[in-house]
């Protein structure tokens, strides 16, 4: 569906459109690389770990695991699952293939937070009673190292390049700063009040700390190690994540049951999503369409469109679902989507020629996520620009006169505009937007708009 209109200003030779597209749920459908993890609930009070299929939004397997498991991470090849258990100081190892226990690692007293290395090889454990770290060779799956940090310890994370460990002590309201060279603390930053959940942006430049007893989000700049902003969220913070991209930050709020969602651009929340009561766990799908929410209070998983920030689902698991940690990940399942499977989901490079005289055409990206947009005249497939466009911002192209189709590349899915073609005249001047509309609170996906393509039908430079 579009909807244009005309404004043409006076004293020059220039025409503005708008443009208006009821995006399908195009974002939705597209997956990287086809394919989808799951989400592993370590469910405190009935000591088991649920495995939901996030392909399909269902519990495939419980696995029975120590006393009062909590925190939950999964190895970087998706092969092993490591459970913090909290009464039983130890840590369960899960086969992540067969959704059995391996093996069991102990630790020290009251393991909360874990974390895995890049690289797979290393396992970091809060443990809160004795005020210490954990370090697990994952090869021979023994504790080679205890490191001493503040007071309860919680929450743990590795930086991007496994040099530097982050550590939210609750009881000293400060975070360590582990040196993995040596197991060496080697700065403790002071943050907010009761420091719970910890989490790292995608290029190790900040840490993100959510603060229990002070209702907000202390963030750190690591290259001075510098609280440079506190953000305030909702009540009583606990689990805290970003997005893939790095531009959102969800943190959820066990006592307002809510999740904020803060733009890392400007440290600021630009909204709240209600989910299920007392909020603990909070993990994003690798990529980023997905937002998992454990509810401590109602034994649920709620399931976030990170598109509309609405709650599309809502899972059962055990009892009182804590899970503290990035808990998705793990031997993945085919989705649905009509990509050609012979072609690898890779970046595509801009290609925007200058069309000396051409119409000048201004496209600005109100999806949500980042897209790219390409025109080919109509009854060929060949692309007269080809230009990304990353998600909220605006970018030029100029184009010759004529009819042209219209594709959108999102995720790894091509998509072409099926309700008409648009038409350009040289020496005019357009301003196009593509964005979502929402029916009832779902992005509708009829086949109204657009319909997703295989890359063969895609335009070609």
Known sequence: MKETTYDKISGGHVLIIILGITVLAFLMLASVAGAV?????????????????????TVTSTVPVGIRPCGVAVSPDGTKVYVANDDSNNISVIDATTSTVTS??????????????????????????????????TTTSTVIASVPVDYSPSGVVVSPDGTKVYVANYGSNTTSVIDTSNYSITFTVPVGIAPYGVAISPDGTKVYVANYGSNTTS??????????????????????????????????????????????????????????????????TPDGSKLYVTNAGDNTTSVIDTITNNVTVTVAVGKTPITLGQFIGGPVTASNTSRDTETDCKGIEDYVPDYAGGAVIHIK???????????????????????????????????????????????????????????????????????????????????????????SQAPKI
């Open 37 to 57: 993890p799951f989400a592993y609930i370590t469910n405190y009070d009935d000591n088991t770990t649920s495995v939901i299929d996030i392909a399909t939004n």
């Open 104 to 137: 069991t690692v102990p630790v020290g007293h009251a393991p909360y937070g874990v974390a895995v290395s890049p690289d797979g090889t290393k396992v970091y454990v809060a443990n809160q009673n004795d005020s210490s770290v954990s370090v697990i060779n």
């Open 219 to 284: 963030v750190i700049d690591t290259a001075t190690n510098n609280v440079i902003a506190s953000v305030p969220v909702g009540w009583s913070p606990v689990g805290v994540t970003i997005a893939p991209d790095g531009t959102k930050v969800y943190v959820a709020n066990l006592g307002s049951s809510n999740v904020s969602i803060i733009d890392t651009a400007t440290n600021t929340v630009t909204d709240s999503v209600n989910v299920g009561i007392a909020p603990c766990g909070v993990a994003v």
């Open 365 to 455: 990206n109100r999806v949500g996520n980042d897209i790219v947009v390409s025109w080919a005249k109509e009854g060929s497939q060949k692309a007269v620009f080809q230009v990304n466009i990353p998600a909220g911002q605006t970018r030029t192209v100029t184009a010759p006169s004529g009819s042209y189709e219209e594709y959108i590349r999102a995720g790894c899915s091509w998509y072409i505009v099926t309700d008409g073609h648009i038409v350009v005249e040289s020496g005019y001047e357009y301003s196009l937007e593509y964005y979502t509309v929402v029916d009832n609170n779902t992005i509708v996906y009829d086949g109204t708009g657009f319909k997703q393509i295989p890359d």
